[in-house]
């Protein structure tokens, strides 16, 4: 393993990235998906969402650009009757001749300016594609394009401002049970639990966020010979003897969108890409890598997408059930109170691994669509001052994701096995309920 350095430039409050390079051009429109996906992954760091609502952020605006664009293409079926409550969406005018790339686009554009922040970093981005796609065709088609995509986001918008999410934020504080075995608050923080409601959101393709349950965590116990205590020693011992490559891989799946630090009277917030962003840059990756075409591309973004948002619904029931104690927390009472681990602890209870999930939900996902020995070479950390890794496959990908979680001290074994073991079934259940493809 060749050695390397990391350099860490902290800023007050936010630490602001230079956007993602958007990779190499391609003659098949799938360029404009990949720029999409990644410009709103800046944004997303930006603004600071956690990762269950990012998944939603992303789900919705890849949903838009499919739904707008799958008219253009044969062989693709409407997000319609596949898709928990989906509405029934405006049809392109018979006999007109559209653009389907700026319809994409413009649905991007159009559901990023409802639900993120800082949406107007995207301007610089649109005005190119508009540009590029306008430049040889009839304003007429440009247009009516465009007026097509912003109805299929009026709609969509319509329907996702019912999904709970509002009424989620409204909600009084969260009292999170307490007692033995229970989860409390986590240094250096001590934040209060995060999104502690996400389970309460309409599923896109369960019956309930509780269809898919976790085997329960070993019985809470403090006597040394049990096996909830013989896992806080694994996690313990593991993080005392890393090796230097079981540092970088925990570092390099960290995926801590709002890291916190602590200097006096002062906080310090460094920001990185999400579990979930860093999943679906390898949809891209993966994509670019197969020379998968505009909507070939556009399904993978969007099935995944679907994943990320339903696999966070799952693991947050799963979370806020068990409401189990960190590792952090057993071990500072009773093993050693001078104990660190790693990576920085999140702000919920432990009990499934939502990395462990979510990465299983996606390679199983991309496994389906893409190949079982698909490798590829993972740079989404660059940026952040990591190298390169490369992998034999998307589950090979998803398992060293979770492994890395115990490795870096905020997981227990069972939590990591439990979740990648749940998200390898999800995935195949998404696969198989939603079908957008159905060429031959």
């Known amino acids: 393993m060749k050695t390397f350095r990391v350099t860490v430039v902290f800023v007050w409050c936010i630490m602001a990235f ?9 003659d098949n429109g799938a360029q404009y998906i990949h720029d999409w ?27 838009a650009a499919y739904q707008a664009a799958y008219h253009g293409f044969s ?15 405006p049809q392109p005018e018979s006999g007109k001749e559209y653009k389907w790339e700026i319809c994409a686009v413009e649905a991007y554009r159009a559901v990023v300016n409802n639900l993120l922040y800082r949406a107007n970093y995207s301007d610089s981005l649109y005005a190119a594609h508009i540009a590029q796609l306008s430049a040889q065709t009839n304003p007429e088609i440009v247009d009516r394009s465009k007026k097509y995509a912003q109805d299929i986001a009026k709609e969509l918008r319509i329907w996702y401002k019912n999904d709970g999410h509002i009424r989620n934020q409204g909600r009084s504080r969260y009292v999170f049970p307490r007692g033995a075995g229970k989860w409390e608050p986590t240094p250096p923080a001590f934040a209060d639990p995060l999104d502690p ?18 085997a329960p965590p070993f019985p809470y116990s403090e006597d040394p ?34 890291k916190t630090w602590h200097q006096g009277h002062f906080v310090f917030n460094t920001q990185m890409i999400s579990p979930g962003g860093h999943w679906l840059n390898i949809v891209g990756i993966a994509s670019q890598k197969l020379q998968k075409s505009m909507m070939e591309s556009l399904e993978a973004y969007t099935l995944v997408s679907i994943g990320l948002y339903d696999g966070f619904l799952s693991c947050w029931n799963e979370k806020y059930d068990y409401n189990l104690v960190r590792p952090i927390t057993f071990i500072h009472k009773f093993i050693d109170p001078d104990w660190e681990p790693l990576l920085q602890t999140p702000p919920f209870p432990e009990h499934t691994s939502g990395h462990s999930t979510i990465s299983a939900i996606s390679a199983q996902i991309l496994t389906n669509l893409y190949g079982k020995n698909v490798s590829f070479d993972d740079d989404t950390e660059v940026r952040f001052g990591y190298p390169v890794r490369s992998f034999p496959s998307f589950l090979d990908a998803a398992l060293e994701a979770s492994v890395s ?3 870096g001290g905020i997981h227990y074994p069972l939590a990591c096995n439990e979740g990648n073991r749940l998200g390898k079934i999800m995935g195949n259940h998404i696969t198989k309920k939603i079908i957008l493809s159905v060429k031959k």
């Open 405 to 407: 979680r115990i490795w």
């Open 225 to 258: 010979k049990s096996s909830f205590y013989q896992q806080n020693i694994e996690v313990y011992i593991f993080a005392k003897t890393l090796t230097k490559e079981q540092k970088e891989i925990s570092l390099f799946w960290d995926c801590n969108p709002i």
């Open 75 to 89: 062989g693709y079926r409407s997000l319609e009757g596949q898709i928990n409550g989906f509405p029934t969406m």
């Open 37 to 63: 996906n990644r410009m709103i992954t800046d944004i997303i760091m930006k603004d600071g969402f956690s990762p269950p609502v990012i998944s939603r952020i992303y789900s919705y605006c890849n949903m």
């Open 18 to 26: 230079s956007a993602i390079s958007y990779g190499q051009k391609s």
């Open 197 to 214: 409601f996400f389970n309460t959101m309409r599923p896109f393709t369960m019956d309930s966020a509780s269809q898919f349950r976790a």
